[in-house]
């Protein structure tokens, strides 16, 4: 029988920052929500789903607008994403000259980025920052591969409006029960994390069998002797 106490437990760990997050926007407003949401898109673990949820009930309440809302977190998201891009674009030389060898990231394999992020890059950008989790950190490789910055700025502002939009909607049409919806949203969480340990055990399975690690079908049969 799964262990259903686990994801209740997990989900409690957050409630001291929820309650911070809920505090600052409360007392002061949008300037509040700027303040949470920049962070936020920085990479620090601020929830956004109760920062937007609360505004919501606030713009349900009457004490700003939906679109004043919306507006404010999306911006400060956008200005947050531009804090992680800088890392990864002005930290790019230092990981390949300093760490390189460590973490076995070559020229090549920077170039290959850089080529995938060309073609494939604005998609990536946009889509990742409607997902939990994923959406701060996509900021990061893309500064690295050196995505031009205002397509950068524009897919993630595009990614960010419809996540933002949404979480404020919801905590709007749902009043007072917004804390419920920001517990059930834990669980959206927690399969965002699954997907990508699944997907990180995948690439490092194929890095492993790339450097020419034990495979079923590459290992190396006794070959028995001949007779004459």
């Not at 911006?75 to 992680?84: E, F």
């Not at 800088?86 to 290959?112: C, D, M, N, S, W």
């Not at 055990?201 to 069998?209: E, P």
Request: proline share 7%.
């Amino acid at each position: 029988m799964p262990n259903l106490e686990l994801p209740i437990y997990l989900a409690s760990v957050t409630d001291p920052v929820v309650n911070w997050a809920v505090k600052v926007v409360g007392d002061l407003g949008l300037p509040g929500i700027f303040l949470l949401m920049l962070p936020e898109s920085a990479g620090i673990p601020i929830p956004s789903e109760a920062t937007m949820l609360f505004a919501g009930f606030n713009v349900q309440e009457g004490q700003y607008s939906l679109a004043a809302a919306v507006a404010v977190g999306t911006i400060a998201n956008l200005i947050g994403s531009w804090i992680l891009y800088g890392v990864g674009y002005f930290g790019r030389q230092e990981v390949l000259v300093e760490h390189g060898r460590k973490i076995h990231v070559t020229p090549e394999r920077l170039a290959q980025a850089d080529r995938w992020f060309e073609r494939w890059g604005t998609w990536a950008v946009f889509f990742s920052r409607m997902l939990p989790i994923v959406r701060t950190f996509i900021s990061l490789p893309a500064g690295v591969a050196r995505m031009p910055f205002w397509r950068f700025s524009v897919a993630t502002f595009a990614g960010c409006l419809p996540w933002v939009l949404m979480l404020t909607l919801v905590g709007k049409t749902v009043g007072a029960n917004w804390v419920d919806w920001k517990d059930r949203l834990h669980y959206v969480d927690y399969l965002v994390v699954v997907v990508a340990l699944a997907a990180g055990a995948y690439l490092l399975l194929k890095w492993w069998r790339g450097r020419g690690g034990p495979t079923d079908e590459g290992e190396t049969q006794p070959v028995p002797p001949q007779a004459y």
